[in-house]
Every structure is written in C-alpha cells, then in structure tokens.
C-alpha cells in the first residue's frame, strides 16, 4: 500500500513541472505581445520560439513522447498528425490568400451588388 502511494506521488511531480513550464511560457508570450517587449518582427521570433518550446513540454510532460515501451507508434503517429497539420494550415492560408487577392480586385461598390445579386440568387 505504501508503495502504490509513494508511486502517485512521484507521477504527480512531472505533471506540475510541466503546468508551471507550460504556464510561465504562455504568460510569457502573453507580456511580450501587450507590453510591446520586442519590435514586431523579433515579437514574432520570440513568440515562434515560445510556441516550439511549448511544443516540447507539452509533448514530454503531458502526453510523455520518448518514455513508451514502443516509441514507433507514437512517433508514426506523431508524424502523421504533424502532416495533417501542415496540410491544413498551408491549405487555409492558401484559400484565405486566395480569396483575398479575388476580393481586392472590385470596387466596395462592385461588391456591395454583387452580394446583393448573390443573395437573392439561393443555392
């Protein structure tokens, strides 16, 4: 009995390690975007950075990526989530750049009726 309960104790520790890391980096990235720590560009490598350090102690502390009997799986599937990822990310920039670029070329004018022609059209 008292080793079950010396062993909840020590499975506790690396959760809180983790909270607390998790939580000092989003604070962080949290005062460096309100109090304008950083130029807007080296704000973007700082929060960059904060993101992929996030990443990791989230992975490590959380899921614990690296402490499984059989790594292979989680890292087939680790990669697999992260091409999805990319997919959709590259895929959601591209279509909003796309629409973008469709939508710059009308006048507010020329937009203004063609949502008016489009929104008595229906499906």
């Avoid at 008292?2 to 959760?15: C, E």
């Avoid at 939580?23 to 080296?42: E, G, K, M, P, R």
């Avoid at 989680?74 to 750049?97: D, E, K, P, Q, R």
């Amino acid at each position: 009995m008292t080793k079950s309960k010396s062993t909840h104790v020590y499975s506790i520790v690396p959760a809180i390690t983790g909270y607390v890391l998790a939580l000092s980096l989003t604070l962080t990235a949290y005062f460096v975007v309100v109090n304008h720590w950083y130029s807007d560009f080296w704000a973007m490598v700082v929060i960059f950075a904060l993101a992929i350090t996030q990443l990791i102690v989230q992975l490590v502390f959380f899921l614990h990526f690296g402490k499984e009997s059989r790594p292979r799986w989680n890292l087939t599937a680790f990669w697999f989530m992260l091409i999805f990822l990319i997919i959709i990310v590259a895929g959601s920039i591209w279509i909003m750049n796309s629409l973008n670029y469709n939508m710059m070329q009308m006048t507010p004018e020329q937009m203004d009726l063609y949502m008016q022609d489009q929104s008595g059209a229906g499906f």
